[in-house]
C-alpha cells in the first residue's frame, strides 16, 4: 500500500511498578557513588521517563530540550501535555506524554522534537544542514518508546500519531505510525522504495530514475490487533550504509522483530522535491538524525473527539554509535536479585527485576561476542529464581566507548534471542569492565545488564569477570 502520491507527505505485569522504582533507586544511587555503569547516559544516548521534576505537567514545549526547529515553539494548538498518570498502567510512572491528533497540520517545524543527540547519525556524506544536529557522525541509530491507549476500555476513532527519526527540520529519515482501529492497536511503517529503473549519479536524468512513477513510499502494517488494556513498545533501528539502497532499518514490536526494510535515503537522493535530483554527489545525500519528531498529519486524518486523550509516550531511549571493528567482548558470571521489603522498598542492590522466589536468587551468564561484517558469537542466561532462560540467536550491533571505569571499558551490544522458548526477542545486553576478576581497587566491580523482550534485569558482578578486548 503506498503513502499519497506526492512523495513528501516488562517481565511481568504485576512486577511494573516495582521495577520502575527500583530504576529509579539505582540511577540515583549510580549518581551518588558511582557504581553502576550501565545506568550512566553517555553523551550519544539519551533516556526520557517524563518524570518529575524534570518534566511538569502542561505543555512538553521548553521542558528538557523538547522544542520545534532550533529551538522555535511547538504549535500551542497542538493537543500535547506531560500528564499524572491516571490510566493504570504501572510501568508509565507518575507521569507521562500524552498526544492525539484532535489537531493536524501539513507542517514540520512547530511540532515536538525530542532533546537532540549530542552526535548524529548517517552516512558518510549525509547532509546535516549545518545547524540541525552534529557532533561526531555515527553509522547506527536506535529508538524504543513505549506506547498505550488513554481509553484502554474502547476504540478513539480515527486516533493516529507517527513519529521519525530527524535532524531538527522535518527531515525524516523513516516512519512509525501509531493506530487505534475498529480491531486493536496497529502499528505502521513506511520506507521509501526506488525500483529499476534505478536512481545513479551522472545527471538529472539518471538521478530522475530513482523518483519515477514506479517508486514510492511503502506503507507496511508491522502490529495490528494490539490490546488496548496494557502498554506496547516499539523499538526500531538504522544501519546507514554509504551508498544508494541500503540502508537497514528494523521494526520491533513487544521485543519482536517485526520487518526488516530500507529508510528515506533514496527520496533525498533522487526527488527533486527533496533537495536532490541533480545528479551530483554533493547535492544528492541522505540526512542525518539526531532525535525523534512526533506528529499528527493532515494526511493521516483528524479526529477532534480525542481533544484531552490520544496515546501515551513513554519510557523513550534513544542513542548513536558506530561498531567498533575488530573488538572482542566475553564474560561470565553471576549477578544477585534485590531483596524487598513487605512493603516494596528497595533493600539491598543491584537487578531490576524481582525473583518471584523472593531476594535471594541470582542469575548466571555467559557470552562471547565479537565484531565483524556482522558480529559473531553467544550468550546464555539464566535467571535461577524465576526460571527465565534467554539465548542470543544472531548479533546485530557491537559498540565499545567509555565507562565509569575509564576508556572503552564500556561495551553494548544487540542482537535476536530466544525467551523461555520463544523466538524472535530483541536482545540488549551492557556490560563494564573494571578490572580482572571482576574488580579492580577504586572503581568496583565489573558489572552486567540484560533486557530480552519484556524481561530485564542489571547489577554489578558477585562472581566472574567481563573483559573488553
Given amino acids: 500500500m503506498k503513502m499519497m502520491k506526492s512523495k513528501?507527505?516488562?517481565?511481568?505485569?504485576?512486577m511494573e511498578s516495582r521495577r520502575k522504582r527500583v530504576s529509579l533507586?539505582?540511577?540515583?544511587?549510580?549518581?551518588?557513588?558511582?557504581?553502576?555503569?550501565?545506568?550512566?547516559?553517555r553523551a550519544d544516548s539519551l533516556a526520557i521517563d517524563f518524570e518529575a521534576p524534570t518534566y511538569s505537567p502542561g505543555s512538553i514545549d521548553g521542558q528538557n530540550g523538547w522544542a520545534g526547529t532550533l529551538g522555535g515553539p511547538i504549535n500551542p494548538l497542538i493537543d500535547q501535555a506531560v500528564v499524572t498518570n491516571s490510566y493504570g498502567y504501572t510501568s508509565f510512572g507518575g507521569q507521562s506524554w500524552r498526544i492525539s491528533n484532535a489537531y493536524t497540520d501539513g507542517a514540520f517545524g512547530d511540532w515536538p522534537f525530542s532533546p537532540s543527540l549530542a552526535d548524529e547519525a548517517g552516512e558518510t556524506m549525509?547532509?546535516?544542514?549545518?545547524?540541525?544536529?552534529?557532533?561526531?557522525?555515527?553509522?547506527?541509530?536506535?529508538?524504543?518508546w513505549d506506547f498505550a491507549s488513554t481509553v484502554p476500555n474502547s476504540e478513539q476513532v480515527g486516533l493516529q500519531i507517527s513519529t521519525a527519526p530527524d535532524r531538527g527540520d522535518g527531515a525524516r529519515m523513516s516512519f512509525i505510525k501509531m493506530r487505534d482501529t475498529s480491531t486493536g492497536l496497529r502499528v505502521d511503517f513506511a520506507d521509501y522504495q526506488d525500483r529499476a529503473p534505478y536512481g545513479s549519479y551522472g545527471s538529472p536524468t539518471t538521478a530522475a530514475a530513482g523518483c519515477g512513477a514506479e517508486d514510492d513510499f511503502v506503507i507496511t502494517t508491522v502490529a495490528s490487533g494490539l490490546s488496548r488494556m496494557r502498554p506496547h513498545s516499539i523499538r526500531l533501528t538504522m544501519d546507514f550504509v554509504d551508498g544508494p539502497r541500503n540502508d537497514v532499518v528494523k521494526i520491533y514490536v513487544d521485543g519482536t522483530l517485526r520487518h526488516t526494510g530500507g529508510s528515506w535515503e533514496d527520496y533525498f537522493r533522487w526527488c527533486l522535491e527533496s533537495g536532490g535530483g541533480t545528479g551530483t554527489t554533493t547535492a544528492d545525500q541522505s540526512r542525518t538524525v539526531d532525535s525523534?519528531?512526533?506528529?499528527?498529519?493532515?494526511?493521516?486524518?483528524?479526529?477532534?473527539?480525542?481533544?484531552?486523550?490520544?496515546?501515551?509516550?513513554?519510557?523513550?531511549t534513544y542513542l548513536s554509535s558506530t561498531p567498533t571493528p575488530g573488538a572482542k567482548v566475553?564474560?561470565?558470571?553471576?549477578?544477585?536479585?534485590?531483596?524487598?521489603?513487605?512493603?516494596?522498598?528497595?533493600?539491598?542492590?543491584?537487578?531490576?527485576?524481582?525473583?518471584?522466589?523472593?531476594?535471594?536468587?541470582?542469575?548466571?551468564f555467559g557470552f562471547?561476542?565479537?565484531?565483524?561484517a556482522t558480529p559473531k558469537g553467544n550468550l546464555e542466561y539464566r535467571d535461577h529464581g524465576s526460571g527465565d532462560v534467554i539465548k542470543a540467536t544472531s548479533y546485530s550491533s557491537l559498540t565499545i566507548g567509555s565507562g565509569i571505569c575509564g576508556p572503552n571499558t564500556h561495551a553494548k551490544f544487540t542482537g535476536i534471542a530466544t525467551v523461555n522458548g520463544t523466538p524472535g526477542?530483541?536482545?540488549?545486553?551492557?556490560?563494564?569492565?573494571?578490572?580482572?576478576?571482576?574488580?579492580?581497587?577504586?572503581?568496583?566491580?565489573?558489572?552486567?545488564?540484560?533486557?530480552?523482550?519484556?524481561?530485564?534485569?542489571?547489577g554489578p558482578l558477585i562472581g566472574g569477570n567481563i573483559q573488553i578486548h
Fill in 425 to 458: 526477542r530483541s536482545l540488549t545486553v551492557e556490560v563494564d569492565d573494571c578490572g580482572e576478576h571482576g574488580s579492580s581497587p577504586g572503581m568496583g566491580p565489573d558489572t552486567f545488564s540484560i533486557t530480552a523482550g519484556s524481561y530485564s534485569n542489571s
Fill in 292 to 316: 525523534m519528531i512526533f506528529q499528527a498529519r493532515s494526511g493521516g486524518g483528524t479526529a477532534p473527539g480525542t481533544s484531552g486523550y490520544g496515546f501515551l509516550i513513554d519510557n523513550l
Fill in 126 to 144: 549525509a547532509q546535516n544542514g549545518g545547524v540541525y544536529s552534529g557532533g561526531t557522525r555515527q553509522s547506527h541509530f536506535e529508538v524504543q
Fill in 368 to 372: 562471547v561476542i565479537s565484531d565483524g
Fill in 8 to 14: 513528501v507527505l516488562k517481565f511481568r505485569n504485576s
Fill in 25 to 41: 533507586t539505582l540511577a540515583l544511587v549510580a549518581v551518588a557513588g558511582g557504581i553502576m555503569g550501565a545506568m550512566i547516559a
Fill in 330 to 364: 566475553t564474560g561470565g558470571g553471576t549477578i544477585e536479585d534485590p531483596v524487598f521489603s513487605p512493603t516494596g522498598d528497595l533493600l539491598s542492590l543491584p537487578a531490576l527485576t524481582v525473583s518471584v522466589s523472593g531476594g535471594s536468587a541470582q542469575a548466571s
